[in-house]
């Protein structure tokens, strides 16, 4: 029960890194009158909370499935003290203060509203948060334990950015933007992401084959180990997730012009939502197997 709550743990954590700093990112970068639809500021609000909570729980889940405890144990002080004064406890304590550091992020945009996210000073600073995040949480996987931990930690940035720009935005997307059906948004904001989406898959790619040699190490232990397998299955439904977004994409090129054209007409703009929601569904498999992977030993 403590690995499943782990796993748990972790795919929350994942999910909630992916909404907040992708729809932060498609805030800033696409859609900054975001800002003020109550929409896109719950669903902010919303990754934020699970995010911190989700970190918390992971110190005591970690501490107990360690320790080949119960669930009780992940409930007590004792378990989060051990755990804090370890080598990875300083990695969950930072992250835990980095949520903390982004609810002043996100309080200043939701006050500020779109003048906020087009401030320069905001931006550096909401910057400097989410880098912050995306690295503590890579540093709870495997990518240091490879021959080459620096060009790990770097391909574990680079796919853990692309992954939240894709599924953030991705999320603002069908959430936010899509239930509004306003012509003027759909043509200001879809194709933007349609580009930000085609540069962050390219990045997942790249990097996810670097991590995957770096953990993995052969075609052997791909083949013929449990984490090999979970590996595959990832790809396999990442590709499935990729046919459903160049499905989207062929809609941004065909039939956008005919949807701002008609005013956002719901029968125009249903495919494309179906297609998104889709690709959304998938995307969360996919994150289900990477937070198995995470508690996985890549030698088994």
């Known amino acids: 029960m403590v690995r499943q709550g782990l796993v748990a743990a972790r795919w929350t954590g994942y999910l909630a890194l992916?909404?907040?700093?992708?729809?932060?990112?498609?805030?800033?970068?696409?859609?900054?009158?975001?800002?003020?639809?109550?929409?896109?500021?719950?669903?902010?609000?919303?990754?934020?909370?699970?995010?911190?909570?989700?970190?918390?729980?992971?110190?005591?889940?970690?501490?107990?499935?360690?320790?080949?405890?119960?669930?009780?144990?992940?409930?007590?002080?004792?378990?989060?003290?051990?755990?804090?004064?370890?080598?990875?406890?300083?990695?969950?304590?930072?992250?835990?203060?980095?949520?903390?550091?982004?609810?002043?992020?996100?309080?200043?945009?939701?006050?500020?509203?779109?003048?906020?996210?087009?401030?320069?000073?905001?931006?550096?600073?909401?910057?400097?948060?989410?880098?912050?995040?995306?690295?503590a949480t890579g540093m709870a996987g495997h990518n240091s334990e490879g021959s080459e931990p620096t060009w790990g930690a770097l391909a574990d940035l680079v796919h853990l950015l692309g992954v939240s720009l894709w599924i953030g935005g991705l999320a603002m997307l069908a959430l936010a933007v899509l239930p509004r059906r306003r012509a003027g948004e759909l043509a200001q904001v879809v194709p933007g992401y349609s580009r930000l989406a085609a540069v962050s898959v390219a990045g997942i790619v790249a990097a996810g084959l670097v991590l995957a040699w770096q953990v993995v190490g052969s075609y052997d232990a791909l083949l013929h180990t449990s984490y090999g397998h979970l590996l595959l299955l990832k790809t396999g439904v990442l590709g499935v997730v990729l046919t459903a977004a160049l499905a989207s994409r062929?809609?941004?090129?065909?039939?956008?012009?005919?949807?701002?054209?008609?005013?956002?007409?719901?029968?125009?703009?249903?495919?494309?939502?179906?297609?998104?929601?889709?690709?959304?569904?998938?995307?969360?498999?996919?994150?289900?197997?990477?937070s198995l992977l995470v508690t996985a030993n890549p030698g088994q």
């Open 250 to 290: 062929q809609w941004v090129r065909t039939r956008l012009d005919l949807a701002v054209l008609l005013r956002g007409d719901a029968a125009t703009v249903r495919p494309f939502g179906y297609s998104v929601a889709a690709e959304t569904g998938l995307v969360l498999v996919v994150l289900a197997v990477t």
């Open 18 to 135: 992916a909404l907040f700093v992708g729809g932060l990112a498609f805030v800033t970068l696409l859609w900054p009158r975001g800002a003020h639809e109550p929409r896109a500021r719950a669903l902010l609000g919303l990754a934020w909370t699970c995010g911190l909570l989700a970190s918390v729980a992971s110190i005591g889940l970690q501490g107990a499935y360690g320790a080949l405890g119960g669930l009780r144990d992940a409930l007590r002080a004792e378990t989060y003290v051990d755990v804090l004064t370890t080598g990875p406890g300083v990695v969950f304590a930072a992250r835990v203060l980095l949520w903390v550091l982004a609810a002043v992020v996100l309080s200043a945009l939701l006050q500020g509203g779109p003048g906020t996210s087009r401030s320069p000073g905001w931006r550096v600073g909401a910057l400097a948060v989410c880098l912050g995040l995306l690295r």
